[in-house]
């Protein structure tokens, strides 16, 4: 068996659950024994979540591109270890084999060494989904620079912030990239970016699509030109190298950025050892990969899930990862399932948002697609409604194929509950059990366990985890005080969620959403602080209030109450400035989906913004406000509701 590790039956599935809690030192030691390390470590685990403090595998030295690379040469030379799929399907695609995946690493690190990158340093990366964005990932792993992946989708502003957060000398960008019918100036905004910025030192650009860039002498250089002589460098006799960085388990491995409820956002640091073990052992069990199984991954790399399960999850268990540049509705709606039928996809992962999109095309555009190779399909990002859970299982999965609906978060580095394909049953809308080594929890508001049952036997409460798992975060960047109080300081000695849950009598855990005021937006986390500051942004703006309300295909929209005192009455051409704002400042993503001008904002005495009220409005339910007693002005409700959009 190619995984000892691999769970085989949902009675071992309850043994090694067991054994996680029980004995969890054992546990991981034995299942880190499958892993390249250059020197083990001294302590399994030693750990406090009061600090906090988490540390896996103190003492161990690796470097995680050996276990994602050079573990499998020469045997998997000539394996897949990425199969790219271009935006315009009359492209040709890319194979990448475990070999061709070693040169180009070696030879982008060698890029990054010349270019005067050092172990510890931060490189942002703002590519599109080509090859050259995972050389440049982990390009930046094999000399120990910690990478900062930022989403093609992210506005200059969003750069600029991110750049001066993380301190980053270094930018690895593309010419610009495509998505759908969109060429998307990836270096232009870049430029944006870095007006002002006093820190970058280089960016390295990756030709694309050939728009016209402006390149700066002594900071632009071309990635064509340094990985050529970069080759020169790496490769002798034929024989391709470049030594890896040693790194201590708990090094830094990266930073990426994700929003909450207050503030800026804020950079989530994973380190090389525990997220490695993680990442690999959640991808082996939760789909159940076996070798030479193409896995499909749909998402992007700018987010969690593309870095845990496109590049560092599948290449650490030696699979074949597919990357797919552009969307799924492009050119048609058809677009996944020609990639499932060209490529022979086995493992099949998307978010519910892009299932429910291609619903509304209906069952056209999957005429004529054999899709017979597919064997798991997965789900993550955002609660999945049953009726496009049953449609993924109807017509993808041909009711043949385990649908896993994985629950986790930036911070939890992969997948902490869900089933396991195949082994341990699967249930429309819940992501069912926990894996090994995760031990959730639901508390009420002050931080005691729920203990009863509701009317509908459930458990009912907010979602924390008692212990760490290997992928936990380790800190917020460059502030280990948000980290503590964002995910460790609202109840004691747990680490919270932020979602709400329920669970059943056998223990299935049910995710219902975020209990914050934090959105998710076709499963991304859109902070609502965040896109208020930047409609406050706007001339004519006073003051606004963002909260979510249900959106058929993005599962929540983003609905903004905003107070105007510019020039005229606002109309439609205001919004659409608002949302032009918006997109300046965060990035299209964060654009309101609806926008209603109002005279006032619901606030209590001591001014803090009743939300719950503008949420109820925003989702609807006008009869049934609640209690609108303690609020400062009262009569602000009835005309908001009379002017709800
Ligand atoms: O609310 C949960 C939701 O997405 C949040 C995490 O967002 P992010 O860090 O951007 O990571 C998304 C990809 C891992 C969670 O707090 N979420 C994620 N997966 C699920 C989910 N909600 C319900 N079911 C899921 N399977």
Redesign the pocket.
């Known amino acids: 068996m190619p995984y000892p590790y691999q769970i085989k039956s949902l009675e071992e599935y309850r043994s090694a659950y067991k054994k996680s809690v029980e004995e969890p030192e054992a546990f991981w030691a034995d299942i880190a024994e499958n892993f390249q390390w250059r020197r083990k470590w001294d302590e399994v685990l030693n750990w406090n979540f009061k600090e906090p403090k988490i540390e896996w595998f103190k003492g161990a030295k690796l470097n995680i591109t050996e276990n994602c690379i050079d573990r499998y040469l020469p045997e998997m030379a000539e394996k897949p270890a990425i199969i790219w799929e271009p935006n315009n399907p009359e492209e040709r695609t890319r194979v990448v084999t475990y070999a061709r995946l070693h040169k180009r690493v070696c030879q982008f690190a060698q890029v990054l060494k010349n270019n005067g990158v050092k172990k510890g340093d931060r490189v942002c990366i703002y590519m599109g989904m080509v090859p050259e964005l995972a050389y440049a990932v982990l390009g930046c792993a094999r000399i120990g620079a910690i990478h900062s992946v930022i989403f093609g989708g992210f506005s200059a502003q969003s750069i600029a912030d991110r750049l001066e957060d993380a301190q980053a000398e270094f930018i690895v960008t593309c010419d610009g990239a495509y998505r759908g019918a969109k060429d998307i100036p990836l270096k232009s905004v870049i430029d944006d970016a870095l007006i002002g910025n006093k820190l970058v030192k280089k960016v390295i650009v990756y030709t694309r699509t050939r728009i016209p860039v402006s390149m700066i002498k002594g900071r632009d250089v071309w990635w064509e030109d340094e990985m050529e002589y970069a080759e020169t460098q790496v490769e002798k006799d034929g024989v391709v190298s470049f030594p890896a960085e040693e790194m201590d388990a708990e090094d830094p491995l990266f930073i990426l950025y ?1 929003s909450g409820s207050t503030g800026k956002p804020k950079g989530v640091v994973h380190t090389c050892g525990g997220y490695m073990v993680w990442t690999n052992y959640s991808f082996v069990n939760v789909f159940q990969y076996q070798p030479g199984d193409v896995h499909f991954c749909t998402a992007d790399i700018g ?3 593309g870095h845990s399960y496109i590049v560092y999850g599948p290449l650490s268990a030696g699979a074949t990862s597919l990357m797919f540049e552009g969307i799924p509705t492009w050119p048609d709606a058809g677009r996944f399932w020609d990639i499932v039928d060209k490529h022979k996809v086995n493992i099949l992962y998307t978010a519910p948002t892009a299932i429910r999109s291609l619903i509304g095309f209906g069952e056209g555009p999957l005429k004529g697609k054999d899709l017979s190779s597919l064997k798991t399909l997965g ?5 999945i409604n049953e009726e496009a859970w049953h449609w993924y299982d109807e017509n993808i999965g041909r009711k043949k194929c385990p649908i896993v ?7 939890t580095g992969g997948i902490l509950i869900s089933n396991l394909a195949g082994i341990t049953p699967s249930r429309p809308g819940w ?1 069912t059990l926990p894996l090994p080594g995760v031990q959730p929890v639901l508390v009420d508001e002050n931080g005691k366990e729920i203990t009863e049952k509701d009317e509908e036997g459930l458990y009912k409460g907010n979602l924390c985890i008692k212990a760490p798992w290997p992928g936990i975060l380790r800190t917020t960047y460059g502030d280990h005080e948000r980290c503590r109080t964002n995910y460790f300081a609202t109840y004691e000695n747990l680490y919270f ?3 709400g849950c329920m669970k059943d009598e056998e223990g299935n855990y049910r ?1 219902t ?2 209990v914050d005021d934090v959105l ?1 937006v076709s ?3 859109i902070g609502p602080a965040e896109v208020e500051n930047a409609i406050n942004m706007h001339t004519g703006v006073v003051e606004s209030a963002v909260v979510g309300y249900p959106h058929d295909i993005k599962g929540q929209g983003i609905y903004a109450y905003v107070i105007f005192n510019g020039r005229g009455t606002p109309d439609e051409q205001t919004k659409k400035d608002i949302n032009q704002t918006v997109a300046r400042i965060i990035g299209p993503i964060a654009k309101p989906d609806k926008i209603q001008f109002v005279s006032g904002l619901p606030k209590t005495r001591s001014g803090k913004i009743m939300r719950r009220i503008l949420r109820k409005i925003a989702e609807g339910e006008i009869s049934n406000i609640g209690d609108i007693s303690t609020l400062l002005d009262p009569a602000v409700v009835d005309e908001i509701k009379n002017g709800k959009v």
């Open positions: 994700t987010w969690i899930t789900t993550v990002g955002e609660p609906d994985t629950w986790w978060q930036t911070e992501a969620t932020g979602d995710i959403g975020r998710n499963g991304h986390r």
